[in-house]
């Protein structure tokens, strides 16, 4: 038999506590314009936040701003390097602060497209991870069974996996488009036949910075894709977050490959000899906020938390690199900054910082290098 007077009760108690369960606020994203609010209202110290801008101005990159020079003299060292992209003259220091998904203040001109050299990592790797999530490659099976046109033949290479290219753990070793791998910031030490016939490093076990091998990575998403890697980040990420159509996405000017009986232009991954993501700083941001909130998009989720959890995740071979994201594990890199923060960072003092525990995302443009550091700690001190 029903207890009326219990019944009464359950359902005056279920309506109290709705009455007086607070609306959890809904996460802000930008439309067609960025919502702008003052440090207060965000509880950030205006003066503080003040002094983090006035710092990235004060600590603009020192190069000139003709990238030409800039590129054909950072990379001196290297045999036969040269320029085959395009390369557009740099502007001066801006950036954008986002706090709880609103701009709380920016600096220079952010409107601005300029060239992001190795940002462009972080792009790549997620049109990677939108592969992996459409099942289209497993992350640990070698790319010989993926990219079977003789890149990765050998004893050596045909070991490499995905997951070695996206760490640059591969020691991969040929020649893309005419570029090698070993000519590529050779090592300080020997000469041409040093490093030609150097020691192969076991796939996973040694991580180098080198461009050659991350141009193979977009050469063989191209191969599974087989779509121009711009267009599926145009239709899966860039428009669905409403970046502007000002952004471009280069590779070298004979780097065309024949897939469907149609030439694609295989993009490069940095402007390392040109070309590479062409940017501004709004749609930057867009993109770090699309990370900050674990691939989501108001209510879509564009990429999937789990890829983003293997992005940020340390490599065997290097701690603090992901998948093609810098990490401050133990932090190491950032002592005064929380180690679960992670950032894109290119030539030039190019820089997503993205800080998932205080739901902060800083765009830096042409800050020095070494200065990211200092910076993201200068806006968290003005956290209240």
């Known amino acids: 038999m029903i207890n009326v007077k219990t019944t009464l009760g359950l359902l005056t108690l279920l309506i109290f506590q709705v009455l007086i369960t607070p609306v959890l606020a809904q996460e802000y994203y930008p439309a067609d314009t960025w919502e702008v609010k003052s440090p207060k209202e965000l509880d950030m110290d205006p003066q503080e936040l003040q002094k983090a801008v006035d710092f990235a101005l004060a600590n603009e990159y020192s190069g000139v701003n003709d990238l030409r020079i800039e590129i054909l003299k950072g990379f001196a060292r290297e045999p036969y390097h040269e320029i085959l992209g395009p390369v557009k003259d740099r502007g001066g220091a801006s950036g954008l602060i986002i706090k709880n998904g609103y701009v709380v203040a920016k600096w220079g001109d952010p409107d601005r497209v300029d060239m992001t050299f190795s940002v462009t990592k972080s792009y790549l790797s997620t049109v990677a991870g939108l592969a992996w999530d459409a099942g289209l490659i497993e992350i640990n099976t070698p790319v010989k069974e993926y990219v079977w046109d003789g890149s990765f033949e050998g004893a050596h290479n045909a070991k490499i996996t995905w997951d070695h290219l996206l760490t640059q753990s591969s020691d991969w070793s040929g020649d893309l488009f005419g570029l090698y791998d070993w000519a590529d910031r050779p090592p300080k030490e020997g000469g041409i ?34 779509e121009p890697l711009p267009v599926i980040l145009r239709d899966k990420i860039m428009d669905p977050i409403g970046a502007s159509t000002t952004w471009r996405w280069y590779g070298y000017e004979h780097s065309y490959a024949l897939v469907d009986g149609r030439k694609i232009q295989s993009v490069s991954g940095g402007g390392h000899s040109g070309g590479g993501l062409f940017i501004n700083s709004w749609d930057h941001a867009r993109f770090g906020l699309l990370f900050l909130r674990e691939g989501k998009w108001e209510d879509v989720q564009l990429i999937s938390k789990e890829w983003i959890d293997k992005a940020k995740s340390p490599s065997t071979s290097n701690p603090n690199y992901g998948y093609m994201w810098w990490l401050n594990t133990n932090q190491d890199q950032f002592p005064d900054v929380h180690e679960s923060t992670f950032h894109a960072a290119g030539f030039g003092g190019n820089y997503i910082f993205i800080d998932q525990e205080n739901d902060l995302l800083i765009v830096a443009r042409w800050l020095q290098p070494g200065k990211l550091g200092e910076l993201a700690k200068q806006v968290l001190d003005s956290l209240k």
Do not use: A, C
């Open 193 to 226: 036949d040093d490093w030609k016939n150097r020691i192969l490093l076991e796939p996973g076990t040694n991580f180098e910075y080198n461009d050659v091998r991350v141009n193979l990575l977009s050469y063989s998403l191209l191969q599974v894709w087989r």
